[in-house]
């Protein structure tokens, strides 16, 4: 069963750019980032039910660090709380680097 939920964080800090990176397939993840004027938000599709939790923990745990005023998406077919942390730092240096 698919379990949907959004969190907020405070966050201020603004990004240069979108950014995409992972697949949704079995045992992996994709996050979906867009910049925005103010806060943090991220929507968790995840086919793992019962883990809101974990998703918080990890969550608070990378805004504490990366403040960044974002929009997330993250589409999860089962990820490990360690993979979920990679994808989200390729998301935001993905979304920081200056255009080529």
Known sequence: MTETFTLNFPAST?????AHVG???SGDMEVLLE???QGASVRVVTMVSGHRK???AVL????????YAVAIEINDHGA????VGLRLEQAIEL???EPA
């Open 14 to 18: 603004p990004v240069l750019d979108r």
């Open 23 to 25: 697949v949704v397939a």
């Open 35 to 37: 910049p925005q004027l």
């Open 54 to 56: 974990t998703w918080e």
């Open 60 to 67: 608070s745990r990378f805004f504490e660090r990366h403040p």
């Open 80 to 83: 490990t709380p360690g993979l």
């Open 95 to 97: 979304a920081m680097k």
